[in-house]
């Protein structure tokens, strides 16, 4: 083929290749389908932070103990005072002398029933502590006694009393220091419990 003969054909066979690659071109994208990425997010809970008021901590302040109370102090003077007395123990006029049966309040003892109660053979003196008497302390101590069938006092409990003064113990020895002729059921005697004032008083 001559020089002259490529000359000619040429542009034409440029011009055939650059339509038949175009239409390749578009015909790939006709054929072959688009690919779309897409991103898929995923749910997460959403967490929720709640706001709690927390209230304030009340202090609250103890109250102070009670005081203790002022015990008289026993003097070691050895002196006895004239113008203090003990009185007599009266037993007859005592209203609770006969109702042997302990209080309900009191301490629970067997109550036993008889006919003629337990009457004292001596008087009953007990002896006024001293603590008690630099103090001015005055009252009446109340002891619930047995007394068995031979008179014999074999146990006291004091039903009302002025501790921390002495008085109590006073009025318990001077009662289990005391003979009794002892109560009588049906003319036999028995033991009983019964309940003796013991009344501390100082002269004026």
């Not at 004239?82 to 042997?100: C, N, Q, Y």
Request: negative net charge.
């Amino acid at each position: 083929m001559s020089t002259n003969s490529l000359q000619h054909y040429y542009p034409i066979t440029s011009r055939m290749s650059s339509f038949i690659g175009v239409c390749l071109i578009i015909g790939l994208f006709l054929i072959f389908p688009r690919f779309i990425n897409t991103l898929i997010f995923e749910d997460h809970e959403q967490i929720i932070i709640e706001n709690i008021d927390i209230p304030e901590t009340q202090q609250f302040e103890r109250p102070p103990p009670p005081a203790r109370p002022s015990v008289p102090i026993e003097s070691e003077s050895e002196d006895i005072a004239d113008d203090l007395t003990i009185e007599e123990t009266d037993l007859e006029s005592f209203e609770a002398w006969d109702a042997p049966p302990p209080p309900p309040s009191g301490p629970q003892v067997r109550f036993i029933p008889y006919d003629d109660p337990p009457v004292p053979m001596t008087r009953i003196s007990p002896k006024y502590p001293e603590i008690a008497q630099e103090a001015g302390i005055e009252g009446v101590v109340i002891v619930q006694a047995f007394i068995d069938d031979k008179g014999r006092v074999k146990e006291t409990i004091v039903l009302k009393g002025i501790p921390n003064t002495g008085l109590d113990e006073a009025a318990v020895e001077a009662i289990r220091t005391t003979r009794f002729k002892p109560a009588k059921q049906r003319e036999r005697p028995v033991g009983v419990w019964i309940s003796i004032p013991v009344n501390f008083k100082l002269k004026n």
